[in-house]
């Protein structure tokens, strides 16, 4: 499986925007790049995910490098609720299998 | 908003007794996922199961655990027998073949004394 590689924590401060850097050197043609959250004592949750090119979506952007060896996930303007465990997976999805194999993540600190 | 259900949230055994997890998937998900959390290995699949077969249990220990889903609205982990070292967060997920996004449950939490 294709590695990624985080930082293992960032702090940031209330309403700022966050930049959460991920790096995937060896990623394949075929590996999209999906952003999970896991808040304290919940579930891991869905953020965002893309292929190539820049998504938007209601909770976040992700902007992918034009080799597409890294990633980062972007917050726009960080809350009390986005501190959390945020976790950077390559999926493999072809010849009927799907995967996400969960690193460690990096854990975001908010500060009032 | 839609939710995976899963049950018993939390759990307390004795070494040696049996364990059933039980998930219920979204309704029309037809991809289930068994996943472990414990704060030495962080998240691990297990398990997962498409339209109830199961595609991959590389994951899990075979001796002690088994993964059923006797239906498609219900997904099952048992453990039996449990040791200490089971002793973890177990999430069950869900998505529709095709789909990118993938849906946890709240978990449930296994103490075996």
């Known amino acids: 499986d294709a590695k990624t590689t985080q930082p293992n924590s960032m702090e940031s401060n209330e309403e700022e925007p966050v930049h959460l850097p991920c790096n995937h050197s060896?990623?394949?043609?075929?590996?999209?790049i999906h952003w999970y959250r896991q808040l304290p004592s919940q579930g891991p949750e869905y953020v965002i995910h893309g292929l190539t090119s820049n998504v938007n979506n209601r909770m976040a952007s992700l902007a992918i490098a034009e080799d597409r060896k890294s990633s980062t996930l972007i917050l726009h303007r960080a809350t009390l609720r986005d501190a959390a465990v945020y976790y950077c997976i390559l999926s493999y999805s072809g010849a009927g299998s799907y995967q996400l194999t969960f690193g460690k993540g990096t854990k975001l600190s908010v500060i009032p | 908003d839609a939710r995976v259900t899963q049950t018993p949230r939390h759990k307390v055994t004795e070494m040696g007794q049996e364990v059933t997890m039980r998930c219920q998937p979204i309704l029309g998900h037809n991809t289930v996922f068994w996943y472990r959390q414990t704060m030495m290995q962080g998240l691990e699949l297990l398990a997962y199961?498409?339209?109830?077969?199961?595609?991959?249990d590389s994951g899990m220990p075979k001796d002690r655990f088994s993964a059923e889903m006797p239906d498609a609205t219900l997904a099952t982990l048992k453990i039996q027998p449990s040791e200490p070292r089971d002793s973890a967060v177990y999430f069950c997920?869900?998505?529709?073949?095709?789909?990118?996004?993938?849906?946890f449950g709240a978990g449930s939490r296994l103490t075996v004394l």
């Open positions: 060896t990623i394949s043609g075929t590996d999209y």
């Open positions: 997920a869900s998505r529709i073949s095709g789909a990118n996004v993938l849906t």
């Open positions: 199961f498409r339209n109830r077969a199961p595609l991959d």
